[in-house]
């Protein structure tokens, strides 16, 4: 009775968030001219990776010693979630989190095998058992109400319909050796591999496209990014920045890159050329 309670509820909000999303309006191309460093967060924890929601100005970052996840919203602290433990605010193993459109957090417990949702500051709002995964390590959400899970065990990417629950199509058994990340594009659907530093592209059904080499995101004008150790590139246009320190895990919102270097989430706007 708990679980049917429960999922309703988690689903219900999907679907608002998809319905507004689903409302805006697509702009014209346009190409990146620069990128533009405008604010740094240290952290005294490592921090896995860090979505940032620029609407409300909030960073989410996943500590992934503590199984926490800090909310910060214009450069302050407002909450911090999880830790160890039982409770609906809890994780028995955080191992990834990522964002919605309207800044909900996705949550994955790989110890419960559990997606639980948080809203932007970090009220808890319901979960999503998985069924059909056996070790769930990474996690996307997709434009189109999917969430894309890695399973580890598997060594595939498992398509859940966030409607209701059920699996829909599994992909990448024979192209993936690892995946470290996972990030949902407009079209793509991107796994990374951090200690071969390559990306396999597949499409949002799930067919290999190619691979290539370093991080790479898309922004909502299909203009690929990709982040190495040396420099944060446009592969469409002579847009770069060299990187120092150990670059992470980098992360997308509208204009905004979050990207995580050594102990700090250092945020970088995308400047584009003007169109006349």
């Known amino acids: 009775m708990m679980k049917r309670l429960i999922l309703p509820l988690f689903l219900i909000c999907v679907m608002l968030c998809s ?14 001219e620069a990128f533009t460093l405008f604010d740094t967060k240290t952290f005294d924890e490592p921090v896995q990776k860090a979505h940032y929601h620029s609407p409300t100005k909030s960073i989410f970052a996943h500590e992934e010693k ?3 996840i800090l909310i910060f919203k214009e450069g302050k602290q407002i909450n911090a979630i999880g830790g160890l433990g039982s409770q609906s605010s809890n994780f028995q193993k955080l191992e990834d989190i990522t964002m919605g459109r309207d800044g909900s957090i996705y949550a994955l417990d790989g ?34 109400d999917n969430l894309f899970i890695y399973d580890g065990a598997a060594g595939e990417i498992v398509v859940i319909d966030l409607l209701d629950g059920s699996e829909l199509y599994r992909f990448g058994k024979f192209q993936l050796e690892n995946v470290d990340k996972l990030y949902a594009g407009r079209d793509f659907l991107i ?21 290539d080499s370093g991080q790479i995101v898309y922004d909502d004008y299909n203009n690929a990014i990709s982040l190495s150790s ?21 992360t ?11 102990n700090q989430v250092r945020l970088l706007k995308i400047d584009y050329a003007p169109v006349y």
């Not at 204009?255 to 270097?261: C, G, K, Q, R, T």
């Open 191 to 211: 796994a990374y591999d951090t200690a071969r530093d390559t990306s396999a592209m597949f499409s949002a059904l799930g067919q290999f496209i190619s691979e």
């Open 230 to 250: 040396e420099a944060l590139v446009s592969k469409m246009s002579a847009a770069w920045l060299p990187m120092g320190g150990k670059p992470g895990f980098v």
């Open 66 to 68: 503590t199984h926490r």
């Open 19 to 32: 319905f507004g999303c689903s409302a805006s309006k697509k702009s014209p191309p346009l190409d990146i």
């Open 111 to 144: 110890g419960s095998r559990e997606v639980k949702r948080f809203n932007p500051d970090g009220k808890y709002m319901g979960l999503m058992k998985l069924e059909y995964v056996q070790q769930p390590k990474k996690l996307a959400l997709g434009r189109e």
């Open 252 to 262: 997308i919102h509208n204009n905004i890159l979050a990207i995580v270097v050594d």
